[in-house]
């Protein structure tokens, strides 16, 4: 019961983290496109980030290291395989 518990407890605040960097309430920096308030998840010491489960698009034309926000990355080509 207790792993269940802290099993719960864990997806509760996975739950209210991601609600909050979609709602832009949860921000580690401005998108270098747009100038909007993004959140980067390897920028808030996590070793993944929401950009890792999307499609990959070509950024090549962006500074390096540098994360952009869902809207402008959506909007970037698909890179090429
Ligand atoms: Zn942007």
Redo the contacts with the bound molecule.
Sequence with gaps: MKEISEWRLMNDEAHTQTIAQIQGTKTTH???????P?YCGVEDGKQECWCFELAKRDTSGLPKGQC??????S?LPLLQA
């Design positions: 401005d998108c270098i496109l747009c100038g909007q993004a952009v926000c869902r809207a402008c990355l909007g």
